[in-house]
């Protein structure tokens, strides 16, 4: 039939040259920018902020640009339906990060929209993206992680989740993310927990891990700030974050010719990118025997990090004192939760001196060598306290004592802390979620 087979010639030549037709493309964004004024027209939308008003309840920072943040005022709440509720896996199951709650927290954000939009908590799901976000180039991103706490009176407690959302809007200020009010989005997450509370394990070697998420979305290539971005939450039930040695322990080893951070960089941030490219140095030290990478800097071999944690020491000082020692916030070292909880509770502790203060491997090996070193360990939300019993140092391996003092300051520490996080003692950085 000569009009069908016309037909079928026409629809085989758009579908070829379709990408040549710039009037299909101009037709096409005039109209997405047609439905985008209808839309604001039937009162959907957020009126546009002023671009100076400031965040309440935040401390103004410098180099910070606060926006008119999203309120848990607005919050929108889906429940999933029955069939939609998961089984909650065994505590012995857990692992770290395997398994996710049935809800999720989502806010967009859309400058052309006027900003942030509505939080939304939904049934937890796959995300949509555009193949070009820049989220996924640039990875113009960050992340948190916080835990929930059911305590011993079957409370649930967040641990000093406000230090979370000062670092969020501070890494999200260095990659040009939108900034927002940290207390509108703890209560959004403590609804969240409240949906999913039954997801918070009853034991005190389980917790709920959340994942507060910002990634920018807008599909351009451009390396600027994005137009429109993603805060999601997202929560899982964990155990332990890493099996250790059969004595609680782990070996970490010190590799000179890799660095996690360096001066000026985002070592200090808790964005994506500086995890993701630990991956073969961790895999290197797993192949010589090691659980960990102990990240060092510099011509002196500044010890920074340890894996994805914090790093202390504590040995006899030149005054023949016990001291608590930590690399200082000089830019390399992310200023982690529960560091500063350590600091701040051991300069309570009246038979410790607390430092700040750069520790080379010399004098590492130094004070191992004449019987001062006493212990190392690391620290951080998902471990918590992580012991260290052995150094491996280009072609040394370096001992440490820590599994062999008395009263170690790694154990006072860990129990201090948990007994804070399931509501053991009453403590200002618990968070009790009525
Ligand atoms: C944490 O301790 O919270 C961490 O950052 C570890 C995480 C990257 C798994």
Same mark, same amino acid.
């Given at each position: 039939m000569p009009v069908r087979r016309s037909k079928v010639l026409l629809v085989k030549w758009f579908f070829e040259s379709q990408h040549k037709l710039q009037t299909i493309r101009w037709c096409s964004s005039?109209? $997405?920018?047609?439905? @985008?004024? #209808?839309?604001?027209? &039937?009162?959907? =939308?957020? !009126?546009? !902020?002023?671009?100076t008003a400031s965040i309440? %309840? /935040?401390?103004? $920072?410098?180099?910070?640009? !606060?926006?008119?943040? *999203?309120?848990?005022?607005? =919050?929108? /709440?889906?429940?999933?339906?029955?069939?939609?509720?998961? $089984?909650?896996?065994?505590?012995?199951?857990?692992? *770290? %990060? +395997?398994? *996710?709650?049935?809800?999720?927290?989502?806010? &967009?954000? #859309? +400058?052309? @929209?006027?900003?942030? &939009?509505?939080?939304k908590i939904s049934p937890f799901e796959p995300l949509s993206i555009h193949p070009a976000a820049k989220a996924l180039h640039y990875a113009i991103q960050l992340f948190e992680g916080l835990k929930a706490y059911r305590g011993v009176d079957d409370k649930i407690r967040l641990f000093r989740p406000d230090l979370n959302m000062e670092r969020m809007n501070l890494a999200a200020a260095r990659s040009g993310l939108p900034m927002f009010d940290g207390d509108e989005l703890i209560k959004c997450v403590k609804r969240l927990i409240q949906i999913d509370q039954e997801w918070v394990p009853h034991s005190e070697t389980s917790t709920l891990y959340i994942r507060p998420t910002l990634i920018g979305t807008e599909a351009t290539f451009g390396i600027m700030a994005p137009e429109s971005a993603l805060l999601f939450v997202i929560m899982s039930p964990v155990s332990a974050y890493y099996k250790a040695s059969s004595d609680g322990a782990v070996s970490i080893y010190a590799d000179p010719s890799v660095v996690r951070a360096f001066p000026g960089g985002v070592g200090n941030r808790k964005v994506g990118s500086n995890y993701g490219p630990t991956i073969d140095a961790t895999a290197r030290a797993a192949s010589m025997g090691h659980h960990q990478v102990l990240w060092l800097f510099g011509p002196n071999h500044e010890l920074t990090e340890v894996g994805a944690m914090n790093i202390f020491t504590v040995y006899i000082n030149e005054h023949g004192d016990k001291q608590l020692s930590t690399p200082p916030l000089n830019g390399l070292i992310l200023p982690g939760v529960t560091r500063r909880s350590i600091l701040e509770l051991a300069s309570q502790w009246e038979d410790l001196t607390v430092k700040e203060e750069v520790m080379t491997m010399e004098r590492l090996i130094m004070l191992n060598n004449s019987g001062r070193l006493l212990e190392m360990f690391g620290s951080g939300t998902a471990v918590v306290i992580s012991p260290i019993s052995r150094v491996g140092f280009v072609d040394k391996e370096i001992y440490i004592p820590t599994m062999k003092q008395p009263q170690p300051v790694f154990q006072r520490v860990k129990d201090t802390l948990l007994a804070i996080q399931y509501g053991h003692i009453e403590h200002p950085y618990a968070v009790v979620i009525s």
């Open positions: 005039s109209l $997405r920018y047609k439905e @985008l004024e #209808e839309t604001s027209t &039937q009162g959907q =939308l957020e !009126p546009e !902020p002023p671009i309440p %309840g /935040v401390k103004p $920072r410098p180099h910070i640009t !606060p926006e008119i943040s *999203f309120k848990h005022d607005d =919050l929108q /709440v889906t429940l999933a339906a029955p069939y939609q509720l998961q $089984r909650k896996p065994d505590a012995i199951d857990l692992g *770290f %990060g +395997k398994y *996710f709650t049935d809800h999720m927290l989502k806010i &967009q954000y #859309e +400058k052309q @929209l006027g900003g942030w &939009q509505k939080p």
